[in-house]
């Protein structure tokens, strides 16, 4: 009876033991800093496995910039940083396999948020229409999280009008050849060159439709009047033009939630 016991035992240990080398972890721990200047940043960020798990969800020290997270071995990771002040970003990191319990150093760089900043340029909406791009719909999202987080903080979006579809180029007229049977060879009318990326001028019925489609977007926002400004603009800039970008979201102004 003793001998099967002390066999019990044995065996026991023996899973115990490997149990724990299959679930050593990783205490990974580091510093959040802003990517310009260098500074500490307090920020919330989320750890997803590779399956989408989510196994840390926390927030950096507000002054230190410090974070940690246990983890297993062995594995890849995608990391969210999602705070009230920083432009919304993920970056992924792999664990190599251990046996033991070990500690990771590693920082991360995150970009925080400043007055005119611009943080989407977008061709928002199809030519002449009123309907926000998928593309559109998911910024629009991130900036109205930003703004529940954030009662300091203020967005600016700037609506373009759609850029002028190319000028139709009009062949010339068949001349008759004054040789019987025969006709001149039509030479194409010559034009000038014209800036392929012209704009429309500003619709007013097009332009409030497509106002509301943004507005109902944050319906969630209290005192949106106070934090969201619209306005329309008939500029021409070659960045934005050449993409035939409709629409502009940058920083108006932000604040600390303490301030």
């Known amino acids: 009876m003793r001998f099967l016991f002390a066999i019990c035992v044995f065996y026991c240990f023996a899973f115990i033991t490997i149990h724990a080398q299959n679930t050593s972890t990783?205490?990974?721990?580091?510093?959040?800093?802003?990517?310009?200047?260098?500074?500490a940043v307090?920020?919330?960020?989320?750890?997803?496995?590779?399956?989408?798990?989510?196994?840390?969800?926390?927030?950096?020290?507000?002054?230190?910039?410090?974070?940690?997270a246990a983890l297993k071995p062995g594995a890849s990771y995608t990391i969210l940083f999602n705070g009230f002040d920083i432009v919304k970003s993920k970056q992924n990191i792999v664990l190599e396999p251990a046996e033991k319990y070990q500690e990771i150093t590693k920082d991360f760089t995150v970009q925080k948020l400043y007055t005119g900043m611009e943080l989407y340029s977008l061709k928002a909406f199809e030519y002449s229409g009123n309907t926000l791009s998928a593309e559109a719909i998911q910024a629009l999202n991130d900036i109205k999280e930003m703004l529940k987080k954030n009662r300091n903080l203020s967005i600016n979006i700037t609506l373009l009008p759609d850029i002028a579809p190319p000028p139709v180029q009009i062949a010339a007229p068949?001349?008759?050849?004054?040789?019987?049977?025969?006709?001149?060879?039509?030479?194409?009318?010559?034009?000038?060159?014209?800036?392929q990326n012209l704009r429309n001028?500003?619709?007013?019925?097009?332009?409030?439709?497509?106002?509301?489609?943004?507005?109902?977007?944050?319906?969630?926002?209290?005192?949106?009047?106070?934090?969201?400004?619209?306005?329309?603009?008939?500029?021409?800039?070659?960045?934005?033009?050449?993409?035939?970008?409709?629409?502009?979201?940058?920083?108006?102004?932000?604040?600390?939630?303490?301030?």
């Not at 006709?183 to 000038?192: D, F, G, I, M």
Request: charged share 30%; glycine share 6%; net charge positive.
């Open 174 to 195: 068949v001349i008759k050849s004054k040789k019987k049977g025969k006709n001149e060879v039509p030479v194409p009318v010559a034009s000038p060159i014209q800036n």
């Open 42 to 68: 307090g920020t919330d960020y989320e750890i997803t496995d590779e399956a989408g798990n989510k196994v840390a969800n926390a927030k950096s020290h507000p002054k230190t910039g410090m974070y940690s």
């Open 201 to 259: 001028e500003i619709d007013p019925t097009l332009t409030a439709s497509r106002v509301e489609a943004i507005k109902s977007i944050f319906t969630e926002v209290k005192n949106l009047d106070s934090k969201l400004k619209i306005n329309t603009e008939n500029r021409n800039d070659l960045k934005h033009d050449t993409l035939k970008n409709t629409l502009i979201i940058s920083v108006g102004e932000v604040k600390s939630l303490f301030e």
């Open 26 to 39: 990783i205490l990974l721990k580091g510093i959040i800093r802003d990517i310009q200047s260098g500074a």
